[in-house]
């Protein structure tokens, strides 16, 4: 068993910025599949995303299924869109 001999909480991201992390994240995966990352793409895939983490939570998903579907599925509809 690995033992730490220290752990880091970073719960109010003054070590490290996750929300800034992940917009551009998403930048580079929207503009990587032609998806002009806008506010409103963004703000789709939040709410996306979001429900899939409360299935999670309900049991009605797995996390395997949560992470294997996520993204492809989230950019077929907007692909689909367009």
Not at 30 to 41: K, L, N, Q, R, Y
């Amino acid at each position: 068993m690995k033992r730490y001999k220290t752990l880091l909480f970073d719960v109010d991201d003054t070590l490290l910025d996750f929300h800034a992390a992940q917009d551009q994240a998403l930048d580079q995966l929207f503009t990587s599949v032609d998806i002009e990352p806008t506010a409103t793409v963004k703000h789709a895939y939040a709410t996306y995303n979001q429900g899939l983490w409360e299935k999670l939570e309900r049991n009605e998903i797995t996390r395997d299924e949560l992470m294997a579907t996520r993204f492809p599925t989230f950019l077929r509809s907007i692909l689909a869109k367009n």
